[in-house]
C-alpha cells in the first residue's frame, strides 16, 4: 500500500445509466493491483470531505495507467466526475485481498450485475492472462447500462441481459446461472446484496467454489474503524481488510444489510 500523486489521464461518462464514469489515471506503482482490490480516493479540497471514497480498480495497463470505473452517487464522486486531463488526484492503494489466481485451463463464470461490470472487467483479463476460459455475464436494467463490447478484453465470451429485454437476454444476470455454471469450474461474481442472496439459494451452486466482492461503507480502508464488520461462519470480518473477496458459502446473509447511499 502506498500514496501517489496520480494524473488524469482522461474522465468520460461512459454509461448513460446509471450515470457511470471511466476514469483513467497515470500511476505506475498501482498497476500491480489484483481484480478485486481497491485504491481510496481524496475527493474535494482540503478537508471538505475527510473521507476518502473506495473505488475497484477496473483496469490496468503496462503503460503505468490504472482506469475507475464508478457511478455518481454523491458529492465525493460528484466531484470526482468533475475532474479532467491534467488534474492530479490524491490516491492509497492498492488495498484489500483481490480474487484468487485460477489453474490454466480452469472454465470460469464471471457474473456482473450493474456496477458490479468494474471489477468483473479486471478479473475477466487477469483469467485470460492466467490461461481460463471465461464467460462474463453482464446485467443491468436497460442497454443504457450495458457495458461497450469494444473495451472488454479479446477472448472473453460475454452474455448480456437487461430486465426491460432491450438488449440481450430478458431478466436478470442470476436468472441465467444455473444453466451458464454447469461446465464452470468457479464463480466469481459483483453485483448488488439482492443479486448474492439470491445465488446463495441456488443449489445448483452447491459445492462449488464461488467468491464474490462484497460493497460496505468503508471509512478508512485499513481495518480501523470497524465500520465495514461483517459476520461470517469464520467470525467477525472487515470487509475492507479480510475481503472485499469472499466465499458466498462463508456470509452470514441473515446478518448482512444493504449499505447505506453514499452521501460523500
Not at 489515471?25 to 473521507?51: F, I, K, S, T
Not at 443504457?144 to 465470451?157: F, K, Q, T
Request: proline share 6%; hydrophobic share 45%.
Amino acid at each position: 500500500m502506498i500514496q501517489v500523486k496520480a494524473d488524469v489521464s482522461s474522465n468520460i461518462l461512459l454509461l448513460p445509466d446509471p450515470g457511470a464514469w471511466l476514469l483513467r489515471v497515470r500511476a505506475p506503482d498501482l498497476v500491480h493491483a489484483r481484480a478485486g482490490q481497491y485504491v481510496m480516493v481524496r475527493c474535494g479540497e482540503g478537508m471538505e470531505m475527510p473521507l476518502r471514497r473506495p473505488l475497484t480498480v477496473h483496469r490496468t495497463s503496462a503503460e503505468g495507467e490504472i482506469q475507475l470505473l464508478y457511478a455518481v452517487v454523491g458529492r465525493g464522486t460528484e466531484w470526482l466526475a468533475g475532474r479532467r486531463e491534467g488534474d492530479a488526484l490524491d490516491i492509497i492503494g492498492p488495498l484489500g485481498n483481490g480474487f484468487d489466481a485460477v489453474p490454466p485451463s480452469s472454465r470460469v463464470l464471471l457474473v456482473a450485475g450493474g456496477m458490479g461490470v468494474a471489477p468483473m472487467v479486471s478479473l475477466a483479463c487477469q483469467s485470460l492472462a492466467e490461461g481460463a476460459f471465461v464467460t462474463l455475464v453482464i446485467g443491468a436494467g436497460t442497454v443504457a447500462g450495458i457495458y461497450p463490447d469494444n473495451l472488454l478484453p479479446a477472448g472473453v465470451s460475454t452474455i448480456i441481459t437487461t430486465e426491460d429485454g432491450s438488449a440481450g437476454r430478458k431478466g436478470m444476470a442470476t436468472d441465467f446461472i444455473e444453466e451458464l455454471s454447469r461446465d464452470a469450474d468457479r464463480v466469481f461474481a459483483c453485483g448488488p446484496l439482492e443479486m448474492y442472496r439470491k445465488m446463495a439459494g441456488l443449489s445448483c451452486l452447491a459445492g462449488k467454489p464461488v467468491r464474490l466482492l462484497l460493497e460496505a461503507v468503508l471509512g478508512c480502508g485499513m481495518g480501523a474503524c470497524l465500520s465495514c464488520t461483517i459476520e461470517t461462519k469464520s467470525g467477525p470480518r472487515k470487509v475492507c481488510k479480510d475481503g472485499p473477496v469472499f466465499e458466498l458459502s462463508d456470509i452470514l446473509w441473515d446478518k448482512i444489510t444493504a449499505p447505506p447511499a453514499r452521501r460523500r
